[in-house]
């Protein structure tokens, strides 16, 4: 069949999961595994669901930030009180949201996921302005949304070094990924006995983290929560800066800078936050001798000489120095990610000895990581291969089911199907082409 009509049916099936997983003020990122809302999800979500519903697309995101706690936390699950409490584990009894100061009245959990939102928002409303103002979208969420910077910015920076640090592996959204194995290896596991497991219910065991990575999961969550989710008052035996999340923060507060001229508000504290973590994140996490970012663990203030690929998707902030640029598509183009002959980007180097083509983040090759990294390469003008990626997302989504993430080898689908963001980011790729993050 020919690539064109193929790429027509392929968007037309891409809404239709869309469709399917929408429920009622929200997308669920899978039907079976994760029937809640995610966070960072949701805001990939958006950037597709626009196309077919740009007023969907706003409701997804207010449904997201009407959870938002008092200190301007998005928290990375809204649980649908619709849904059986043990439907996903760890729930609404394990988080314990609502005796937790500043919480929603919606159960919710107390962490958080990387700050995509704002890039959608400014998106969404691009897809519809009329309405979007009609309906007062941005004038709404610029609050909020700067409330949430506000949060990742000063009460995260644990390390006191102007980068925003994760406080577990969930928050970085790529949860078991190796730059994490350093400073989780201090953590003692809780027994496998004492918590049942609902994901292997829905996906195969090799595909997922290990019962010793749940184990460390819970310990640190049960630490948090058992301190009311004050980050002052937890003794973190996690705190990480992660390259991604802080370029994520760059790229966002750049898009707060683009709504706030929108809306008539000031949008140079947004440009100097902006410039204040990007100089931060070259400054402290680019390594030269790897040619990527790497993460630097906040408690010890060591780096962690791990490159994965949040180590390159930093790529998303503009006006990296030359030579940065220049170093991070080497790394890319080079044996460990192979961007022009593996399939999409794989989550971990290609060559590392404990890389694994199924496990999850510990090497398969996701859409929503393959589409910041194509972002990045439009940031900077690699033109040609950003192009080269769209293609290889799309011919992979083509093979079928919208799985989650793919061997990067042979492309073969793996985790749950039809799931929400790649069908999302493959219609967006579909729809529109162009650049999007930063404002566009
Ligand atoms: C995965 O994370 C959840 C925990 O938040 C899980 O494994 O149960 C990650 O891939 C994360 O990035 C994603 O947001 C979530 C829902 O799709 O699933």
Partial sequence: MPLVETHADLGHQAGQVLVDNWRDTHTVPSDTLYPHQWSWDSAFV??????ICPRRAQVELETLFDAQWADGRVPHIVFDPRVDADAYFPGPK?????????????????????????????AVHRADPEESTRRGFLERLYPR????????????????????????????GMDNSPAWDLPLSRVEPLPGHSFVRRDLHHAAPADRPTDADYGRYLKLATRYRDHGYRDADTPHEFAVEDPCTNALLVAAELAMARIAEEIGADPTPH?????????ALVRLLFDPAMGAFVPRDALTGERIASVTVGGVIPLIVPGLPEEITEAVVD?????WFRLTDAHMVPSYRLTAPDYSPRRYWRGPAWYNTAWLVREGLLTHGYDNLAQALRASMLETAASGGFRE?????????????????????????????????AGG
């Fill in 271 to 279: 440009h100097d936050t902006a410039a204040r973590i990007a100089g």
């Fill in 94 to 122: 394990f988080w314990q949201s609502s005796g937790a100061p500043g919480a929603p009245t919606v159960e919710t959990s107390g962490l958080i996921q990387p700050p995509v939102h704002a890039p959608a928002a400014w």
């Fill in 145 to 172: 949304l700067a409330a949430w910077h506000r949060y990742l910015a000063t009460d995260r920076d644990l390390g006191g070094r102007g980068l925003a640090a994760i406080v577990h592996p969930w928050e970085s």
């Fill in 46 to 51: 958006a950037f597709g669901l626009r196309h």
């Fill in 331 to 335: 790394t890319l183009c080079g044996p």
């Fill in 405 to 437: 993430y793919v061997d990067p080898w042979n492309g073969r689908g793996r985790g749950s199907g039809r799931f929400s963001w790649t069908a999302s980011l493959v219609l967006d790729l579909l729809r529109d082409p162009s650049g999007k993050l």
